[in-house]
């Protein structure tokens, strides 16, 4: 259904709006204005699949606050429209604006209503409409209470980047005197834009197919979607394959990776020039200053499988983007050759903010950190850190990308290291609904439970003791390392009678616990910060995460042996692992089951709104093509 006729429109723009030409039908042969001459197809009955991306950038509304696309996107199905309050030509925006007031009237009068649906309309000429005539102008489309924001930017600077975003084609014809610029006819295609609450595109309406009755029917469709959590609906985020009829002989994998493994590259630099909401810059260390050639080295190397012993292990294999750069199908990583590693893979979305490294909290730079996976036996199992470097030098196309970052100087020790960091740095992930509500100032933004579910994480749950806020930013994190019993009661636990045993995603059977330990390698004890420091005071010691983006990185804790947050939270609300060197802050809380609920909305709120766009970035990189153009 994807709109193929975009016709280019040639409109006046006279100094005052015209008074009803929004709001008037006129005869005109546009099929907005008259009854459709088909029937459409039911809801639900065919597929909006993801055109792209949809655009940020930052806008005024209406009361003249300054906010931004992508917050306003947020968790809703939005029809997006461009257009200008004096346009005068029928089948321009005066078209948009009255097939989404039709559409309105469609939404409000059908039993779902207008829940989760939200309309823009964002100004062409923001020398002309300001937020006043913007308000002006919505006030004939609301006489009923409906999500609908009249927007429009502080200048044709900011406006630029969102036009081409969506690839809106804009021209001003020259004013009087053959000058073009601020105040001559505006030549613009019309198009209007379906957007799901991933902030993804999934129909774009020219002239010839904007009608309040298809969109009516694709919103629903979307609705649906949305209700049922599909796997084929728009998120890049989750488990890859889904096993069931693998043991058939005809069997086609229906891997969501495999499947939309068609990234589109993000320009990671911005994060650098520009925070995401709710995180402060990011640091860059002293003798390794962040450059687009560093990351795309970096980048490269990361989802590499041949700087592993025998080329068949990558970083991005244990840290996988689709499952929050973590690993959500086993409770600890499997290494070279099936190895054991007895802990957790953890997930590096805003590692660069993080001053210690590891669970156990043994690294302090990323710089320094690549190379204890890279050298462990049961992880990519290189023999030392000269071979590796051999390694890397004899893959056509690395040696002349190291010299192109580095000045001049080879892959080593020290560049392979700053490379992979640089790249990993710029894994930022905010702006999420916490942030645009806490720091953005959206009421709206959060759900009463959500707002409930904050008020004991930052009150009598005592969650913020650890997971930090602050005024202009929040980690999530105090950076330290404490003793919450998960390692005491893990090294106190015996083997059970019977025992879960996952044969291979989302396939489990159950054994005897005697039986798993004659076949197993029994697991390695595991004293947390001991073991770094050989203090028996720091016993069982692991390091806070964040809790940004934590609805994709089940499972949880240092050893992945809590797969929900449901049980995260009721572990905390009994006290944690009682043992001589729990953590002060631990202790039994007294939540009722509601109160439990409400913490779990809240950290689903504190998915970040750009990592499926992260996930695609990843998802674009030429593995095994050094020479590539990124």
Same mark, same amino acid.
């Given at each position: 259904m ?19 030409s929004?709001s008037?039908?006129p005869?005109a042969?546009a ?15 065919y ?35 461009? $257009?200008y309050?004096s ?7 005066p078209?948009?604006?009255?097939v ?9 009068d059908? +039993?779902? %209503?207008?829940?989760?649906v ?9 020398a ?5 005539v913007?308000?002006n ?9 409906? &999500? ?9 600077r900011?406006?630029?980047p969102?036009?081409e ?23 613009h ?7 799901d609450p991933?902030? @993804? ?5 020219s ?9 009516f029917?694709?919103?629903r ?6 209700l049922?959590?599909?796997? &084929?609906?728009?998120s890049?985020q ?5 096993k069931?009829g693998?043991?058939r %002989?005809d ?9 939309? @493994? ?17 995180l402060?810059? $990011?640091?860059? +260390?002293?003798?390794?200053?962040i450059?687009?050639?560093?990351v ?7 989802f590499?499988?041949?700087?592993s ?9 244990c840290?996988?983007p689709e499952q ?7 409770a600890?990583?499997?290494? #070279?050759?099936?190895?054991?590693v007895r @802990?957790?893979?953890p997930? #590096? ?8 490294l590891?669970?156990?909290?043994r690294?302090?730079t990323?710089?320094? !950190? ?8 049961n ?5 030392s850190?000269?071979q590796?470097?051999e ?37 930022i992930?905010?702006?999420? !609904?916490f ?9 709206e933004a959060?759900?009463?439970? !959500? ?14 003791g650890?997971?930090? $806020?602050?005024?202009?930013f929040?980690?999530?994190?105090d950076? !330290?390392?404490?003793?919450?019993? $998960? ?6 636990s015996?083997? +059970? %009678? ?16 005697d ?6 390698e ?21 390091r ?14 240092h ?7 449901e049980?995260?939270i009721?572990?905390? &609300?009994k006290?944690g692992a009682?043992n ?18 409400q ?5 689903r ?8 766009q ?17």
């Open positions: 994807l709109a193929c006729l975009c016709l280019l429109l040639t409109v006046s723009s006279p100094a005052d709006p015209p008074a009803d929004a008037t039908e005869a042969l099929p907005g204005w008259s009854a459709l001459a088909f029937d459409p197809p039911e809801p639900g009955t597929r909006l699949p993801p055109i792209g991306n949809a655009g940020n950038g930052s806008v005024i509304d209406s009361d003249g606050n300054e906010t931004t696309l992508h917050g306003l996107l947020a968790d809703r199905v939005v029809v997006m429209s461009f $257009i309050s346009c005068s030509d029928v089948n321009g925006c078209l948009a604006t009255f989404l007031s039709r559409l309105k009237s469609k939404l409000m059908s +039993p779902a %209503g207008a829940e989760g939200r309309f823009i309309s964002l100004s062409f000429d923001p002309r409409d300001t937020p006043e913007m308000r102008y919505g006030r004939r489309f609301s006489e009923q209470e409906f &999500d609908w924001h009249f927007l429009t930017t502080q200048s044709e900011d406006l630029a969102i036009l975003s969506y690839g809106q084609l804009v021209v001003r014809d020259p004013v009087e005197g053959g000058e073009g610029g601020e105040g001559g006819d505006i030549s295609i019309l198009r209007v834009y379906l957007v991933e902030k @993804r595109i999934r129909n774009i309406y002239v010839a197919y904007l009608h309040p009755d298809t969109l029917n694709d919103i469709t979307l609705r649906e979607e949305v049922a959590g599909t796997p &084929d609906g728009p890049l989750g488990p890859g394959d889904r069931e693998y043991e %002989g069997y086609i994998t229906r891997s969501q990776s495999l499947e939309r @493994r068609k990234g589109r590259s993000v320009d990671l630099m911005t994060y650098v020039q520009d925070p995401l909401l709710g402060p810059p $990011i640091p860059e +260390p002293a003798g390794n200053a450059t687009a050639e560093k795309a080295l970096g980048r490269l190397l990361f590499d499988r041949r700087l012993h025998n080329d068949t292990i990558s970083c991005a294999m840290h996988i929050g750069f973590a690993s959500n199908e086993i600890t990583a499997v290494g #070279i050759e099936g190895r054991t @802990r957790n893979t997930t #590096i979305y805003n590692v660069a903010y993080l001053e210690r590891f669970h156990d909290g690294e302090a990323l710089e320094q !950190q690549i190379w204890a996976p890279l050298l462990a036996a992880e990519m199992g290189n023999p850190v000269g590796v470097i390694q890397v030098k004899a893959i056509p196309g690395y040696q002349e990308r190291f010299e192109a970052a580095f000045e001049g100087r080879p892959p080593s020790m020290e560049t392979l290291g700053m490379a992979l960091a640089s790249y990993q740095r710029l894994l992930s905010a702006a999420s !609904q942030d645009r509500w806490y720091y953005g100032g959206d009421e959060l759900t009463q439970d !959500q707002v409930a579910g904050f008020a004991l994480f930052n009150g009598s749950a005592g969650c913020s650890c997971h930090l $806020i602050n005024e202009e929040a980690l999530f994190t950076n !330290q390392m404490h003793n919450t019993g $998960i390692g005491y009661r893990r090294s106190m015996q083997a +059970p %009678g019977e025992l879960k045993v996952h044969i291979a995603p989302g396939v489990e059977v159950t054994m005897r616990g039986v798993v330990a004659d076949a197993s029994s697991p390695p004890n595991d004293l947390g910060l001991y073991e770094i420091t050989g203090n028996s005071a720091d016993r069982w010691k692991y806070t995460p964040s809790l940004r983006n934590v609805t994709l990185t089940a499972p949880y804790m050893d992945g042996s809590i797969t929900t947050l049980k995260v009721a572990f905390y &609300d006290g009682e001589e060197l729990l953590a002060p802050r631990i202790r039994p809380l007294g939540l009722d089951q509601e109160q439990k609920a913490l779990v909305a809240f950290l709120a504190l998915t970040g709104d750009n990592v499926d992260l996930v695609a970035d990843a998802f674009a990189v030429p593995v095994g093509n050094t020479n590539s153009e990124q």
